[in-house]
């Protein structure tokens, strides 16, 4: 049985979601790649546009539109993917997300065997921990931006991934994307709303700021939700800090979260020789020279048990204006969004 890689959600309105699919199968597709078009029939096309064509005759009501195909990730890597399409009736009963990403397999995107040319000196699982996140991280936040912002229209206003089954709590996620800075905010009340209220998060992604903060207000003051954090003050988010986040000028909460972002000693004493594997490895992979690769399994224990340890977080500005935050596939961001919270003196 293979074992799935991430999934990948992303929201937008109804009329709007197959322009959304043409543009971000446009944007993945490996050159000269056949897609295979299930709706209420499956299909095969040898071109986005008869993809698309059988894709919007049939879309609608109760049929989902679903598309397989290869797709490039860095470098000359191939991955397998879904993608599905969802009406709004299909959304009202068994909401999985308007737009939902799927790599056929965990070898494919969530690899953990890396060849690495180490150079000198002995091995490391914290040096190769290291290595491994940062490849995963690149490879997951450019499916992220690629699925979530395929070209400047701007119809999908957040997404997130996760290594989880279903699009949960942002906080809670692997990676999320807003397309407007100034609206990051919306991952903490969506957060909110859905653990404290037990809403759906496919159901409310698409409601505004404004409306998610009046469901934030709308709580009993005092109110609070359970999170799983290692400290005492991280362990739950009230109500009250929700809203002192929202008040707060975006700009503030971004700049909170990029510093709390920062590694931690341990990841920083492992980072240059991490850099100058990656960077070898790198150069042997353009020009064919150089040392030789030694093959490396980064899925044991101690590998995994060093990266929950010292979770890795980043944040990236877009060019467009949007915002990613990402850690590991085997982490949340929860503590980034908890540091930030307490360095703002909003925990309450």
């Known amino acids: 049985m293979r074992e799935l890689g991430p999934g990948f959600f992303a929201w937008c309105d109804e009329p709007e979601r197959l322009d959304a699919l043409a543009a971000t199968l446009s944007a993945l ?7 295979r078009v299930q709706t209420d029939e499956d299909f095969e096309a040898g071109s986005v546009d008869e993809a698309l064509a059988i894709a919007r005759a049939r879309f609608g009501g109760q049929t989902s ?50 060849d690495l040319a180490w150079g000198r000196g002995p091995r490391s699982i914290q040096v190769e921990a290291v290595v491994a996140s940062q490849l995963i991280r690149d490879d997951l936040e450019d499916l992220l931006v690629r699925f979530c912002a395929p070209d400047a229209s701007g119809r999908i206003p957040t997404g997130a991934c996760t290594h989880e089954a279903h699009w949960n709590a942002p906080v809670d996620m692997c990676a999320t994307y807003n397309a407007k800075a100034e609206e990051l905010g919306r991952d903490l009340a969506l957060s909110w709303v859905h653990l404290h209220d037990k809403e759906s998060v496919p159901r409310i992604a698409g409601m505004s700021l404004q409306a998610l903060h009046a469901r934030v207000d709308a709580a009993p003051r005092g109110a609070r939700v359970a999170m799983k954090g290692k400290s005492e003050r991280s362990r739950s988010l009230s109500r009250e800090t929700v809203l002192k986040a ?27 020789r991490a850099t100058a594997i990656l960077d070898l490895t790198r150069q042997i992979s353009e020009t064919g020279e150089g040392p030789p690769t030694w093959p490396v399994c980064t899925s044991t224990y101690g590998h995994i048990h060093f ?18 935050l990402a850690t590991h596939p085997y982490c949340s961001l929860w503590p980034l969004w908890a540091n930030a919270l307490c360095a703002l003196g909003l925990m309450s």
Do not use: Y
């Open 29 to 35: 597709i490996a050159p000269g790649a056949l897609i």
């Open 65 to 114: 539109a679903r598309v397989s195909f290869r797709m490039m990730l860095s470098g000359s890597k191939r991955a397998l993917i879904d993608i599905w399409c969802h009406s709004e009736e299909r959304e009202r009963q068994v909401p999985h997300g308007p737009l939902t990403l799927n790599p056929w397999g965990k070898q494919d995107f969530l690899s953990s065997d890396f």
């Open 246 to 272: 929202l008040a707060a000028p975006p700009s503030a909460l971004l700049d909170a979260l990029e510093a709390s972002a920062a590694p931690d000693d341990a990841w920083r004493a492992a980072a240059p």
């Open 307 to 324: 990266v929950k340890k010292h979770p890795p977080f980043h944040v990236r500005r877009l060019p467009s204006g949007g915002v990613v």
